[in-house]
């Protein structure tokens, strides 16, 4: 019986530091609760600069330009459209409005960049779309050789995923 007693006493004694180290592990557990911050940042604006041009223009004529728009953000962007432009007064008898460009009209989905198929302008990244411009039918005899500002503006979203 002495035999028994001794194994009891070794299972038992082992049984009880197990327990023991049970309790003292929900002893020293916790939990916490709190809150965290977090901050966002500004967007900052886009600029239009202007692409490619060509000396085609003349009276009554349609012809393309191409437009940069840069995205100085750190995140993607999709233009959604670009406003319709018109010249100012060049060389004081050509005429403001001697040229105009057609908008492009607003598509939530994104515009498509001139290669035809991107719409993302990636962060610090830059854009190019194909504008549709005008000359009016009747320019002053001043409007011949001249470079034509057209005051453009855009509107942008993010396009974060």
Not at 21 to 30: D, F, R
Not at 60 to 75: L, W
Request: charged content about 10%; hydrophobic content about 35%.
């Amino acid at each position: 019986m002495r035999k028994s007693t001794k194994i009891t006493a070794v299972v038992g004694g082992t049984a009880l530091t197990l327990a023991t180290a049970g309790i003292a592990y929900a002893a020293w557990s916790s939990s916490g609760s709190g809150s965290g911050t977090a901050q966002s940042t500004t967007s900052t604006d886009s600029v239009i600069a202007a692409g490619t041009s060509a000396a085609d223009l003349y009276p009554g004529a349609t012809k393309s330009v191409t437009v940069t728009i840069s995205n100085p953000n750190p995140y993607p962007v999709l233009v959604t459209s670009i406003s319709g432009g018109s010249s100012v007064l060049v060389n004081s008898t050509c005429a403001a409005g001697s040229v105009t460009s057609d908008a492009k009209a607003l598509n939530a989905a994104g515009l498509v960049q001139s290669d035809n198929s991107t719409k993302t302008i990636a962060p610090s990244g830059s854009g190019t779309y194909t504008l549709v411009t005008h000359m009016i039918a009747d320019p002053d005899n001043a409007c011949k050789a001249q470079s034509f500002s057209l005051a453009l503006t855009s509107t942008l979203v993010s396009n974060a995923s």
